[in-house]
């Protein structure tokens, strides 16, 4: 296509109209509100539709004349930008998606590099539904003189990646910033305080050879608070430093992808000694039937054993739940050190509170045999005499079901202070009796009903669940004979029978789901499980459903939860402990955290993609939506790729060496965008290992 000089018009960088959006795009008119702030912005004009300024001069001949102007006698080399309504904007950032050409020498490769810029508007499809994207098509083209720095780089005046607007995070390399923005080169990083103290560099430097010096640093800082001041908020910034030492800004946008930083005091939450339990994701009756009890009866083994407070105790639940998993207080459960350890060796109420609860640890320790044993064939002999869930009535289930939630929370109770006063007994698990069962019964051709049947011991190998239950393991290669659960330790005799109960309440509330499936309000059985247990309840005694149930739609797996997290606005965001670094060799971009199958964007998508590849090129923005997590072995965590793979949430890694050969398609992968850390492991959806294969939880 030929240049359409004819319908362009001219609008100089320090004219008054140059800084409406609507105008000149969103990057001009930012350049523009700087210029008029006394920010260090570099000259220019931007070309605009004839029909948006009747008041500049147009047509081929004025844009001629704006060009050799800014050009100069030596025609000396110019950059070529876009300047979209789609892009700058303080919902979604486009970045990179539109053409810029640098280094544009004499009149014809100008007008080539208009047209390049102008064409990028109709080729690049938003990211956005058409709904969401700001009124004011046609693209504006922005021209500055193409400056030779010595440094350059990206600058945010807010730490997107940790949420801290007390910290400001630059990336630079030496030359110019389209190098890091391209995603080509991954820079060094610099974490500075407001004040411009220093506080660590990725890659780390030696301190005579950094490429930004001190002088440097506190200019860039100085400038970021000045852009700041100008625009009401951090802002996005590309920069240089010309061979003169002098620095320019190139561009100032809206920060788009502030990851949410939890509030000071969050607790630290985990999946860890609750997944081995629960390993999946809960629907609401699912949590209100087994994560209710077993946060319920790991607080009173944490009161009997005065691990804690009974008010802090009263106050915090033990379990809960985010984003449908089971999560733990990582801390309540002394799953982790405490954050104050010379402060809990003064403080004389822990060692008071352990005092008064030894007597009580004294006898329990001796009495807990006999009282778990005495529960445990209370639980047996109940779950014998309720008879088929088909020949209870309605409220015999209610009730049934009922009675199991009290059950579980002594069980948890005393499976929690076995494993904390008993110790692992001999050694045998009911996964491990399980497995012999299994294999016994595979060589006799047994499926999968008859076997559970026979030997309910294999519930321990299956997780809990109100819906379909999924089908026990083909082949096991176990070869120790099976001797019966009556040999189990006591703890693993506790947790079989949470997971008979569990089961036993499944049955009833399946049985449950016909009969209301079977009514006349269309109610369907899958949405059972959408009830909380109390509206369940209400319903069965002819209250009636919730108004919204219909609006009501099942957890989806999102991915499993980080080791240890706080909650920020209802998000897990991963947390390292105390004294921990994450083990991965990457650079955390931002995203949150992600599980899913590694794939280097050809061929078949799987199902949750982690996208791995060796440098973020804009060109890949299209693939963003619905990745699991991105891994790259170049880039910078300021680059216009990790700018919107932030936008969509995407968990993303950069700087990861060789990710593409160690992490070849298919390969399960977690993805740490706090950290950078990248790991192989179990995808979403992956089968859980055996409850009692895990490592013990904490007590």
Not at 553 to 567: H, N, Q, Y
Request: hydrophobic share 45%.
């Amino acid at each position: 296509m030929g240049f359409e000089g004819a319908d362009l018009a001219v609008v100089p960088l320090d004219a008054e109209q140059a800084r409406g959006a609507a105008v000149t795009g969103a990057k001009a008119a930012n350049l523009a509100r700087a210029a008029v702030a006394g920010l260090p912005v570099l000259p220019g004009f931007v070309l605009v539709p004839a029909d948006r300024a009747p008041v500049g001069a147009a047509g081929e001949d004025a844009v001629r004349s704006a060009w050799r102007a800014l050009a100069g006698p030596e025609e000396r080399a110019l950059v070529v930008r876009s300047s979209s309504a789609h892009e700058d904007t303080e919902d979604s950032s486009m970045a990179g998606r539109f053409e810029s050409v640098l280094d544009v020498r004499g009149w014809e490769e100008f007008t080539i590099a208009v047209q390049i810029v102008l064409d990028s508007a109709g080729r690049v499809r938003p990211l956005r539904p058409p709904e969401e994207i700001p009124d004011g098509d046609g693209m504006a083209v922005l021209v500055q003189p193409m400056l030779e720095a010595a440094v350059g780089g990206v600058m945010f005046g807010a730490d997107p990646v940790e949420g801290r607007t007390d910290r400001i995070l630059v990336s630079a390399v030496p030359g110019g910033p389209h190098q890091l923005v391209d995603g080509s080169t991954q820079g060094v990083r610099y974490q500075l305080t407001r004040l411009a103290r220093l506080v660590r560099t990725d890659p780390a430097e030696a301190r005579g050879h950094r490429l930004l010096s001190h002088r440097q640093r506190v200019r860039l800082v100085d400038l970021a608070k000045k852009t700041e001041r100008a625009f009401g908020a951090p802002q996005d910034m590309e920069f240089g430093f010309d061979t003169d030492g002098k620095l320019w800004l190139f561009q100032a946008r809206p920060i788009t992808a502030m990851t949410t930083r939890p509030p000071r005091g969050a607790r630290l939450l985990g999946p860890g000694p609750v997944a081995e339990t629960l390993p999946g994701v809960l629907q609401p009756l699912e949590a209100d039937l087994w994560v209710a009890p077993m946060s319920h009866g790991l607080t009173l083994a944490l009161d009997i054993a005065g691990a804690a407070p009974r008010r802090q105790l009263r106050k915090l639940p033990a379990v809960s739940t985010v984003e449908g998993r089971a999560a733990a207080d990582l801390r309540l459960l002394g799953a982790i050190p405490s954050a104050h350890p010379v402060l809990d060796f003064v403080n004389p109420a822990p060692g008071a509170r352990r005092a008064g609860a030894a007597w009580r640890i004294g006898r329990l320790r001796s009495a807990l045999p006999l009282l778990a044993v005495d529960l445990m064939a209370d639980v047996d002999r109940q779950l014998a005499d309720f008879p088929p869930p088909r020949e209870m009535l309605s409220g015999q289930l209610l009730d049934a079901i009922a009675w199991g939630r009290h059950v579980l929370s002594s069980l948890h109770a005393q499976e929690s202070l076995a494993g904390a006063l008993l110790g692992a007994g001999t050694g045998a698990t009911a996964a491990g009796e399980a497995l012999a069962e299994l294999t016994e019964g595979r060589r006799r051709g047994l499926n999968d009903e008859q076997l559970l049947e026979r030997h309910p011991v294999l519930l321990a190998l299956l997780p809990p669940s109100l819906g379909d239950r999924p089908p026990l393991p083909e082949q096991t290669g176990w070869t120790t004979a099976p001797r019966g659960v009556g040999t189990l330790p006591v703890r693993e005799g506790l947790r079989l029978r949470i997971r008979w109960v569990q089961e036993m309440q499944a049955q009833m509330v399946r049985e449950l789901a016909q009969r209301v499936d079977a009514g006349e309000c269309g109610f369907g059985a899958s949405r059972l499980v959408l009830l909380r247990w109390e509206e369940l309840v209400a319903a069965a005694d002819g209250k009636g459903l919730p108004a919204d149930i219909a609006e009501r739609r099942p957890r989806e797996d999102t991915g499993a939860l980080p080791a240890a997290f706080r909650l920020a606005d209802g998000h897990p965001v991963a947390q390292l402990p105390s004294g921990h670094r994450a083990s991965g060799e990457g650079q955390g971009a931002g995203g949150g955290f992600g599980t899913g199958t590694a794939w280097d964007g050809h061929g078949h998508r799987p199902e949750h993609p982690v996208l791995v590849v060796r440098s973020l090129d804009p060109a890949l923005a299209p693939l963003l939506p619905g990745l699991a997590g991105l891994v790259a072995e170049t880039g910078s965590a300021l680059s216009h790729l990790a700018v919107l793979a932030r936008e969509y949430r995407v968990p993303t890694a950069v700087g990861v060496p060789a990710a593409v050969d160690r992490f070849p398609s298919g390969t399960p992968l977690t993805v740490d965008g706090g950290t950078g850390e990248v790991t192989v492991g179990d995808t979403v959806g992956a089968a859980p290992e055996p409850a009692s294969t895990r490592e013990e939880s904490a007590a």
